[in-house]
Nanobody
Framework: QVQLVESGGGLVQPGGSLRLSCAAS????????MGWFRRAPGKERELVAS????????YYTDSVKNRFTSFRDNAKNTVYLQMNSLKPDDTAVYYC????????????????WGKGTLVTVSS
């Protein structure tokens, strides 16, 4: 089993920045892709960003391209989501996710979930 624990959520003004972190523990050798989903109020959950263990395969949903960057520190078993130029539409619960060794991207499925951290973008 793998445990994922998110941190870094909070309240930020429009145009501001925030960095989310997700630390993995447990059977981390089984993980390949890691990344972030979000669920905004009244909307379905969507994949925001994904990055493979090597960093060579990445994915970003269109609405966050050129604003969000996902990166990981494999030595610390941690994945990050740097969010810049935040907009009110980015308000959501952000969930860390991870996939097993065969999956280089979360678009192919998720095996493990964090509990989520709330990001609120508001003035």
């Amino acid at each position: 089993q793998v445990q994922l624990v998110e941190s870094g959520g909070g309240l930020v003004q429009p145009g501001g920045s925030l960095r989310l972190s997700c630390a993995a523990s447990g059977s981390i050798f089984s993980i390949n892709a890691m990344g972030w989903f979000r669920r905004a109020p009244g909307k379905e959950r969507e994949l925001v960003a994904s990055i493979s263990r090597s960093g060579g395969t990445t994915y970003y949903t269109d609405s966050v391209k050129n604003r969000f960057t996902s990166f990981r520190d494999n030595a610390k078993n941690t994945v990050y989501l740097q969010m810049n130029s935040l907009k009110p539409d980015d308000t959501a619960v952000y969930y860390c996710a991870a996939a097993s060794s065969q999956r280089v991207s979360l678009i192919y499925g998720v095996n493990f979930w964090g509990k989520g951290t709330l990001v609120t973008v508001s003035s």
